[in-house]
């Protein structure tokens, strides 16, 4: 499984930007995907998650800000991102999830910044 992230970019608070996560390679082995973020100085921190069910989990930071979504046709896992606050500022990256415990696999990061 391979995974492209995209999307990241300087975006002023309270805007908006959207991520896209484009999945290769062995897809059908795909459980789950999830986006997860890593600011300057901290630990690497679940964001959310859609399932193949389109069963959806957001933490708790992210929660009614942020939307998780799939497009099948295009193999591809977005990440809407609204009301961006400066704390949003970190390294996204999606993950696949193939087994029981993931993630399994990752794409490289992609730069949100926020400026206040």
């Known amino acids: 499984v391979q995974l492209q992230a995209s999307g990241g970019g300087l975006v002023q608070a309270g805007g908006s930007l959207r991520l896209s996560c484009a999945a290769s390679?062995?897809?059908?082995?795909?459980?789950?995907v999830a986006w997860y973020r890593q600011a300057p100085g901290k630990r690497r921190e679940f964001v959310a998650s859609?399932?193949?069910?389109?069963?959806?989990n957001y933490a708790s930071s992210v929660k009614g800000r942020f939307t998780i979504s799939r497009d099948n046709a295009k193999n591809t896992v977005y990440l809407q991102m609204n009301s961006l606050k400066p704390d949003d500022t970190a390294v996204y990256y999606c993950?696949?999830?193939?087994?029981?415990?993931?993630?399994?696999?990752w794409g490289q990061g992609t730069l949100v910044t926020v400026s206040s």
């Open positions: 390679g062995s897809i059908f082995s795909i459980n789950a």
């Open positions: 993950a696949a999830v193939v087994g029981d415990i993931g993630p399994d696999y």
């Open positions: 859609i399932t193949r069910r389109d069963s959806t």
